[in-house]
C-alpha cells in the first residue's frame, strides 16, 4: 500500500485537511493513527530480521532489508510501554502479536530526515479530516498515563476513538543519541542581540521542549502554543505586534495547521511583515516548496540548532 503523492497533500494542506492511516497494535483493540504525510508505503515482511541487540529492554528488533534499503524496525506497542524512569524493563511481552502467518506488518514511515520500519498489528484505512476535527490530546497511553506519546485525537467513520501518536516522541525514545547531537550542536550556538519576541506553534511537547532549549540558548524571549489557532488567537488579540520579530511554526498541527497560520499572518496588513520560519519533520523539498508558495520565508528541517540559529540572525537581525 503506497501513500499519498505530493500534488494531493499540498491541496490537502492548502484546504486545512489531513489524511491519516488508521492501524492497530492488537487484533480488534484500540485505533490509532499516524498523517500519511510521513508514511512511504506500508508492507507485509516476511524477510530476515538482524539482530542488533540482544537487551530484553531494546526497542529496535534489528534491521530490515526492504528495496535495497537496510533500516531499523521498531516495535510500536512496546514503545507504549516503554517507560524513561525505567529504562531497564523487560518489554518483550508488549511485542505487536504475530498474524496467523507469521508476517510482519511494517509500516515504512520518513521524516525528520530518517527513514524507520515501525512494526503494527494491521493497518487499517485512511480517513480524511479537516484540520478542525482534530482535537489536541491528553497524551497517555497503555500503561504510562500522561508519558506525552499520542498528540492529537479525532473519530473514526462510526464515531469510535482514533489517537493519533506523537511519532516525532517515538523516534527521540528509541534513538536517544539524536538528543545528544542536537545538545552538541547547541553548544556552538551564539546570543542573539534583539528585543523582538519570537512565537513558536508545535503540537509536540518533546519539539516545544527542545525549540524553548535552543531559543533559551540564543537568548531570544518567546511564547509557545501547542497548536496554530492558540497562536493566532494570540497574535490577532490585544496584544502588540511591533515586538514580535519572527513566527516558528510546525505544519501539521490540531484546529488550525500551520499553512492556514502562515496564510492568516500573511493576509492581514498588521502582521504580514512577520517572518514566518516553517519547522518541519516532513522530509522533502516539496513540503520546502509548499511552504514557500504559502509565503513562509524559511524551511527547517525539525528543531535543527544550527538552521534555528541561521534563521533568527538572517531574519530577526536584518
Known amino acids: 500500500m503506497a501513500m499519498s503523492n505530493v500534488d494531493q497533500v499540498t491541496s490537502l494542506h492548502k484546504n486545512n485537511e489531513l489524511q491519516l492511516l488508521c492501524f492497530r497494535l492488537e487484533k480488534g483493540k484500540d485505533l490509532y493513527a499516524v498523517n500519511v504525510f510521513k508514511i512511504r508505503e506500508v508492507v507485509k515482511y516476511s524477510g530476515a530480521i538482524t539482530i542488533v541487540s540482544h537487551e530484553t529492554n531494546s526497542l529496535v528488533e534489528g534491521l530490515i532489508t526492504i528495496r535495497d534499503l537496510t533500516i531499523p524496525l521498531v516495535d510500536m506497542r512496546k514503545w507504549f510501554f516503554y517507560d524513561p524512569n525505567a529504562p531497564t524493563k523487560d518489554l518483550r511481552k508488549y511485542a505487536v502479536p504475530r498474524q496467523q502467518n507469521d508476517d510482519n506488518i511494517v509500516m515504512i514511515c520518513e521524516f525528520s530526515k530518517w527513514t524507520i520500519g515501525v512494526r503494527i498489528y494491521e493497518a487499517d ?43 516525532e516522541k517515538m523516534l527521540v525514545d528509541v534513538f536517544p543519541w539524536i538528543d545528544e547531537e542536537k545538545n552538541k550542536e547547541m553548544e556552538n550556538i551564539r546570543q542573539v542581540e534583539t528585543t523582538k519576541k519570537i512565537l513558536l506553534a508545535d503540537d509536540s511537547p518533546i519539539v516545544i521542549k527542545t525549540m524553548q532549549s535552543i531559543l533559551n540558548k540564543l537568548g531570544v524571549v518567546h511564547i509557545s502554543f501547542n497548536n496554530g489557532k492558540k497562536l493566532l488567537d494570540y497574535l490577532f488579540g490585544e496584544n502588540e505586534v511591533d515586538d514580535i520579530g519572527m513566527i516558528i511554526t510546525d505544519l501539521e498541527m490540531p484546529e488550525v495547521s500551520g499553512f492556514e497560520v502562515i496564510k492568516q499572518v500573511k493576509a492581514n496588513p498588521k502582521t504580514k511583515h512577520i517572518p514566518i ?13 509548499m511552504a514557500l508558495s504559502l509565503n513562509a520565508n524559511e524551511f527547517i528541517s525539525k528543531s535543527n540548532p544550527v538552521e534555528v540559529e541561521k534563521a533568527v540572525r538572517e531574519l530577526i537581525l536584518r
Open 125 to 167: 484505512r485512511i480517513l480524511n479530516k479537516r484540520w478542525t476535527e482534530i482535537e489536541q490530546s491528553g497524551g497517555s497511553v497503555g500503561n504510562n498515563a500522561g508519558s506525552g506519546k499520542l498528540v492529537s485525537r479525532t473519530r473514526y467513520y462510526d464515531g469510535r476513538l482514533v489517537q493519533v501518536v506523537d511519532i
Open 277 to 289: 520560519v516553517v519547522n518541519s519533520s516532513m522530509s522533502g523539498s516539496s513540503n520546502e516548496e
